[in-house]
């Protein structure tokens, strides 16, 4: 087994989206090509409610997949198909913008005003382009997680991982999407394939 070494370490950096939400981007409208697919990775994690209200109103997509996953408070959703909901902690919604669609997000926090989530897009081939808008809303109850002999907790939103198999399904890139807690003070190796881009994104504690 090789270890691959890590080509850079970048820090988020705050940024204002929507109708003034303040978060802080991973990544994204620059040089994207280490995370091809992927465009751009979002943390929109806030305690003060007068910095994420204003939300994301009404705004196109075409041609990429929007991947929203919710940690804290709730994110009701709609769009110019009909579809609408409200995501709470846990829950994932998988959008296949394709020739385009139009939705909003309007976050919500939590009973004591706190609001935590992430976006990430990911590109479309050219050949899917085109093809018609659809969502993929998971409740958190349906994603599996899997935790190993030394504690290592592993949520499988999309792809093959342990054996465990995510609830989004039918995404061009073929992704894997996890949601990975290390115990304290361990070390974990997980595997990646040498052919994908991978990066990691540590949102809690220190890696």
């Given at each position: 087994?090789?270890?691959?070494?890590?080509?850079?370490?970048?820090?988020?950096?705050?940024?204002?989206?929507?109708?003034?939400?303040?978060?802080?981007?991973?990544?994204?409208?620059?040089?994207?090509?280490?995370?091809?697919?992927?465009?751009?990775?979002?943390?929109?994690?806030?305690?003060?409610?007068?910095?994420?209200?204003?939300?994301?109103?009404?705004?196109?997509?075409?041609?990429?997949?929007?991947?929203?996953?919710?940690?804290?408070?709730?994110?009701?959703?709609?769009?110019?198909?009909?579809?609408?909901?409200?995501?709470?902690?846990?829950?994932?919604?998988?959008?296949?913008?394709?020739?385009?669609?139009?939705?909003?997000?309007?976050?919500?926090?939590?009973?004591?005003?706190?609001?935590?989530?992430?976006?990430?897009?990911?590109n479309?081939?050219?050949?899917?382009?085109?093809?018609?808008?659809?969502?993929?809303?998971?409740?958190?109850?349906?994603?599996?997680?899997?935790?190993?002999?030394?504690?290592?907790?592993?949520?499988?939103?999309?792809?093959?991982?342990?054996g465990?198999?995510?609830?989004v399904?039918?995404?061009?890139?073929?992704?894997?999407?996890?949601?990975?807690?290390?115990?304290?003070?361990?070390?974990k190796?997980?595997?990646?394939?040498?052919?994908?881009?991978?990066?990691?994104?540590?949102?809690?504690?220190?890696?």
């Amino acid at each position: 087994m090789s270890i691959r070494p890590i080509k850079s370490i970048v820090q988020a950096k705050p940024t204002i989206e929507g109708a003034g939400v303040k978060l802080r981007r991973a990544f994204g409208f620059g040089n994207t090509q280490e995370f091809d697919p992927f465009l751009l990775f979002d943390d929109f994690r806030n305690e003060s409610p007068e910095d994420f209200l204003a939300g994301f109103p009404w705004h196109p997509h075409r041609g990429i997949e929007t991947i929203t996953y919710v940690l804290a408070g709730s994110v009701a959703h709609g769009d110019s198909l009909g579809n609408k909901g409200e995501m709470g902690p846990g829950d994932v919604q998988w959008m296949t913008a394709g020739s385009g669609i139009l939705h909003q997000e309007m976050p919500k926090g939590d009973p004591r005003g706190r609001m935590h989530g992430f976006q990430l897009w990911a590109n479309l081939p050219s050949s899917l382009k085109m093809t018609n808008p659809r969502y993929q809303d998971v409740p958190a109850r349906d994603i599996p997680e899997v935790t190993d002999d030394d504690g290592t907790r592993v949520r499988v939103v999309c792809g093959d991982f342990w054996g465990k198999t995510g609830p989004v399904q039918g995404v061009a890139a073929d992704p894997r999407y996890l949601d990975v807690w290390v115990p304290p003070g361990k070390r974990k190796v997980l595997p990646v394939e040498t052919t994908r881009h991978a990066f990691a994104y540590v949102f809690e504690g220190s890696g």
